[in-house]
């Protein structure tokens, strides 16, 4: 049964957070009040919605008192103080941040892939990364027929995945250099205009980041198989909107690359563009404002047996976070789970 929702959108005044004020327009999501929310330096700022400005607020300890459901993407720290904040106030959250997804007490969700986790949801529900989201839209369709065993990703992801701040340090560094000036970096620890990055967040122990360890780690929570091997190498390029990842995929069982494009082409959320003699394939320029993951350049990898290529690109904003984010809070208030059961979840 729906109801009539308040909805606060936390990060309002970001790349996604915008997006996701967008995207909950766009599909016409039962609320009857939405609050942006961002940090002190936005607050009496407004941000677009419905034809009109919403004015952004201060995000505070009671912003929640009142709300049924919140949107955080405004970085981890602020999803550790204030989610727990939202719980307690009997609001249901759902997080793009990395802070809760590997917490045992909150589900990882994309909606094509595991929505039965929503059903015993504490109050926190997680969006995962924006790179592994694309890829298990595209690889749980193949796991159901053939079952993967292994998955070597590379991954090449646009700078808006990193916020607003570095979609203008692209276009700053671009305009820079065709001035003939010296480029300045402050996002990232190099210069990104006309370069790869071969690190994404920090790194770990193992000489992986922490972005591909996310991808090895969400991997197996979203589709619940732990036998799931994913070794991932995590870049960033100078692309403004969609990631683009190269997938490399060993089955237990033989599957055609034939196939594959079949089971692809009737799969939720997914669009094949694979078509050599016409140059068809995927391309961040054609994904970007798109809410499908696309799917191309399927073939079989002739050095290993049981093994297929392929090129998938999606909106890193959009399906990769805003949307995704968005379809999980559609699921809620289809199936009534807009409720937090234990406010002391998190306490
Ligand atoms: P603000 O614009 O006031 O800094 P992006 O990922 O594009 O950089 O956006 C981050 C979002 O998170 C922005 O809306 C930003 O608000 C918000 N944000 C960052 N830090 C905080 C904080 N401490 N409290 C509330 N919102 C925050």
């Known amino acids: 049964m729906s109801r009539p929702l308040t909805v606060a959108v936390v990060g309002a005044t970001g790349a996604v ?24 330096r936005s607050a009496g700022t407004t941000v677009p919605y419905m034809g009109g400005e919403l004015t952004v607020q201060e995000l505070k300890d009671d912003s929640f008192n009142g709300v049924d ?41 994309v909606p094509e892939v595991n929505p039965q986790a929503l059903q015993n949801h504490q109050g926190i529900i997680a969006n995962p990364n924006c790179s592994t ?52 970096a402050k996002v990232y620890p190099y210069r990104i205009a006309f370069n790869c990055l071969p690190q994404i967040d ?16 969400e991997t197996v929570k979203i ?9 991932a190498t995590a870049v960033r390029v100078p692309v403004f909107y969609g990631h683009a990842e190269s997938v ?16 692809l082409s009737s799969a939720p959320g997914v669009q094949v563009y694979d078509n050599p003699e016409i140059k068809l394939y995927p391309m961040p320029i054609e994904a970007a404002g798109e809410d499908e993951v696309f799917v191309g350049r399927i073939r ?8 297929l290529n392929m090129w998938v690109v999606a909106d890193n904003i959009r399906k990769g976070a805003a949307l995704n984010a968005v379809q999980i809070a559609e699921r809620l208030v289809a199936e009534d789970l807009v409720r937090v059961t234990n406010r002391k979840a998190f306490a």
């Open 17 to 40: 957070g915008r997006e996701m004020l967008s995207t909950l327009e766009r599909r016409n999501f039962p609320a009857t009040r939405i609050i942006p929310l961002a940090s002190s």
């Open 69 to 109: 459901l919140a949107l955080f993407s405004a970085g981890g720290s602020t999803s550790l103080a204030f989610a727990p904040k939202a719980v307690a106030a009997g609001c249901t959250v759902v997080d793009n941040s990395s802070t809760w997804r590997m917490d045992p007490r909150c589900p990882l969700v």
């Open 133 to 184: 989201i694309q890829m298990v839209v595209a690889l749980a369709p193949l796991h159901k027929a053939a079952g993967i065993r292994r998955v070597v990703v590379s991954t090449y992801q646009a700078v808006s995945g990193t916020g607003q701040k570095a979609i203008e340090e692209l276009e700053m560094q671009v305009r820079q250099m065709f001035n003939l000036q010296e480029p300045e």
């Open 202 to 217: 920090v790194f770990l122990d193992n000489d992986y980041t922490k972005e591909e360890m996310k991808m090895t780690e």
């Open 223 to 231: 589709m619940g198989d732990a036998n799931i091997k994913v070794s």
């Open 248 to 263: 490399n995929i060993e089955f237990s069982k033989p599957l055609s690359a034939k196939d594959a494009r079949a089971i």
């Open 300 to 307: 079989e990898d002739f050095t290993n047996p049981n093994t």
